[in-house]
């Protein structure tokens, strides 16, 4: 069992910068592959950013030089670094868990608004 919570979404203007955390409790925290997903209003959730238990990232074209992704395993805790915002990244973004047999765990998830 693993349970996800993240934290750090908020309110900011375009171009600027947030940090999203994601705390995973449970054990198996530094063989999952880790993720994070975004749903803004009236569309379908899509992958943001996915990175490998041995720290290989994927990003979605869409936020590709803007988005960083790490991983502390001492803290079990996945960082998604965003910069130069815009209002299309106005999401919830959720953190998502997958165990090596491919069980998939989300988090409630943080809001993001970008907006003048």
Do not use: H
Request: net charge positive; glycine share 12%.
């Amino acid at each position: 069992q693993v349970e996800l919570v993240e934290s750090g979404g908020g309110l900011v203007q375009p171009g600027g910068s947030l940090r999203l955390s994601c705390a995973a409790s449970g054990s198996g925290f530094s063989r999952n592959d880790m993720g994070w997903y975004r749903q803004a209003p009236g569309k379908n959730r899509e992958l943001v950013v996915m990175i490998t238990s041995s720290g290989f990232a994927n990003y979605a074209n869409s936020v590709k030089g803007r988005f960083t992704i790490s991983r502390d395993y001492a803290r079990n805790t996945v960082f998604l670094e965003m910069n130069n915002l815009k209002p299309e990244d106005t999401a919830y973004y959720y953190c998502k868990s997958t165990t090596e047999n491919g069980v998939p765990y989300w988090g409630k998830g943080t809001p993001v608004t970008v907006s003048s």
